[in-house]
Every structure is written in C-alpha cells, then in structure tokens.
C-alpha cells in the first residue's frame, strides 16, 4: 500500500520484508523476545527550521514584502465590511500601522483561531492544537542511516526513533495543548516515550540519556465527532469569512504547496479583479535549490569538496552546510575569509560548539541573510543546536550573543535581555 500510494517514482526504493535476523542486523538495539522481522522502507527528511526560512527568502526573492516580530492586533474593514488588511505592532519596538491589502489570508497554524476571532468575534473554533513531544537521545540509538517505527504503541500512537543531526530522535505524543509561544514538555510525556522506548530497544533508555527535548504544536482541523486529537484530521481545510478573510487551516508539509495552491485559487474566486494567472508554487524552486541538478547531487557534491578544498572546512561542517544552505553554502564558505571574523588564510572555520558542526559563519549570515534579530532566532531557528543539544546551546550563548552585539550594535542592557530570553526559551527544552 505505501509504495502504491508513493506512486512510479523509482528514485525511491521500494519497501521490503527481512526476517528476525536482519533486523537485528540492521537495527542492533532492537530487542529480539518476540521479534518476527520487520518491513523496510524509505522516506526522505528535512530540517523544518531551514525549510520554513527557505519558503520565505524565495518569497522576498519573487517580490514579497516580510515582517519579522510583527504581530497583528485587528483586522481592518472597509465600508463594505470586506477585510482590507491589518493593525500589527512591532513587538521589537512597540511601533503600530495599519498594512493595507486587497486580500487577507490567515494561515497562522495553531493561532488560526485568534486571527479568526478578531475578524468575527462569534467565528467558531475550527482547529484543536495537540502537542506533539520529542527527546534528542546520543547517536548510539539509532544507526546513522536507518530508523525505527513501531505502528502502535501502548495507547495506539506512533512511536519511532531516526537517526537526525547526530543524534536520535525520539517521539511522539498526542495530547491536546494550550495555545502558547512557549510549549514545553511535562514529565509525563517525556516519561511515555522513555517507557515505550524500553518496551522495544534493547538498550535502557533513562532521562540521563536525554540532549533536548520539545514539545511543538500541530495545528490539527477539528472534527465535531471526535475528541481525540490522535483521530482529528491532518488534512487542511479553507474557511471564508464573512467579510472575505481566507483561511487555511490544519495540513502537514508533505501537502503545504498544495495548501498555497488552494487558497490562491481561492483568493482569485473571490477577488476576480486581481491577476488570474495561475498559481506557481508547484515548479518553484526554493532559495538555496540546485537549479541546474548538477552540483548537489549525491554522486559528486562539488559544493562539498569546494568547502573543504578551498575554505579548509571538515567533512562534517561541509556536508552539514550543504545540506542545510543548499547552493548558499558557498557565501558562508566566503564570510570565512571576510575581517569580521579575523580569519587568515588556511585557518579551519571555528566551530559554535567543539561537539557539533555549527560554525561562527553562521550567526553572521543569519543576521545579514536571514533576519535572525535575537539570540533565540539564530540559537533554534537559524540553526538548530537549541533542539539538538539544550546544554551546549547554553554553553554558546554568550559568544553568540556577542556576535550580534558587535553586528546589530547593541549595548549590555539588550545583551542582557537576549539572555533572559534565550534561557526562558532554553527552559522548554530541559526535562522538567
């Protein structure tokens, strides 16, 4: 049935059958009382945080203007009680204005209600958020090339273990969450995943094991028969207000180009005064993609061996910036030699932390490149060290608060604010 569903695209193998034996093979830490075999499949994996960033700079590449920190207060009416755009304020500067559009479109993920509320204050709730709970544990869990699924768990959810950014991630639950800025993981669900885990690997799995851990919020579309936020639907939905506001709700990245594409269609049923011409999001390319196919490619990665020849980059740090930068990997490689960082030629690019392969290239490009603004911004949302290992993203802090100091100007009242911040939103990730 998956490969069925996965379609004729032969550039991913199909699934398969092994017995007991291989899978232990394949996967040492699985225990083998009752272990029949297990079915092989592939599937892909990306870095969410890089590929949201990426969605963004292709947008200002093709004429967007974005805001970041911007936080929207009302929705704005015309005569005709049509929504004709918003009041936000800065929540860097405390700046409010009025932005103003001959479309408004909500897709806000588990905030989608409140955006909903403000343009109609009777608006039903259409989404549920349930949290979703992950823990990083050491790469030793998992082999570096081949994760685990168990189909169901104790309560009937889906349990894995994949390989990811030198570790192995672990998870997940399901439970219904509070809207908040700041989600954390409880005791409880971290326990859930540490007791399933020693229900199926071989090797004990304790709290001591953990790097990180999170809890994130999915944005599921409420269904009235269910209350159960493990049966809500996954799939999106688009809601017209009655003053014209759009909204697209709920849905998974696997299907977030066909969200863009239903609710441009959408936009364009309702205002046919504006360009009819149709959607563009299915050929697009994304900042950072190998237009020409020729440099990514995993038989000869010539961004790779260009890092590592010319900017005297370890394998690692190469392999994770063009994994992770795509074709932009080559103006970090640059910034290695630029005065800001008092490199000389044949130095080894420094790395954030001496575990991980983050480098001190990357604070810069964030806050020149990327509109990384806070600490917390290049910490967890430029890279990803906070979510990866929460100890050692508190050992950087302060060196990377001081190169955004000495890039964005700013004095020891802020330095200290960004402090207190990250480590409010460090806070989230440690067991609690």
Known sequence: MYDLVAGHDRSVPGSYFIDSDEALYQYPNLKKDGLKGAIVYYDGQMNDTRMNLSLVLTAVQSGATVSNYVQVLSILKDEHGRASGVHVKDANTGDEWDIHAKAVINA?????????????????????????VHVVLPDHFSPNRMGLIVPKTTDGRVLFYLPWENGTLAGTTDSESNITMLPSPTKAEIQFILNESNRYLNATVTEADIRSSWSGIRPLVKDPRHSNTAQISREHVLDVSASNMVTIAGGKWTTYRRMAQDTIDKVQQLRPDLSQAACRTRMMQLVGADRIGEVCNQKFDRITITLREKYHMDKDIAEHLTKNYGTRALQLGELESTGFLHRKAGDHPKRLHPKYPYVESEVIFAVQQEYAVRAVDVLARRTRLAFVDAVASDQVMDKVIGMMAQLLQWDKKRCAAEKQEATEFLATMHIK
Do not use: L, N, S
């Open 108 to 132: 806000t993920g588990p905030f989608t209600d409140g955006i909903r509320e403000m343009d109609d204050p009777a608006a039903d709730k259409i989404c549920v958020p349930a949290a979703g």
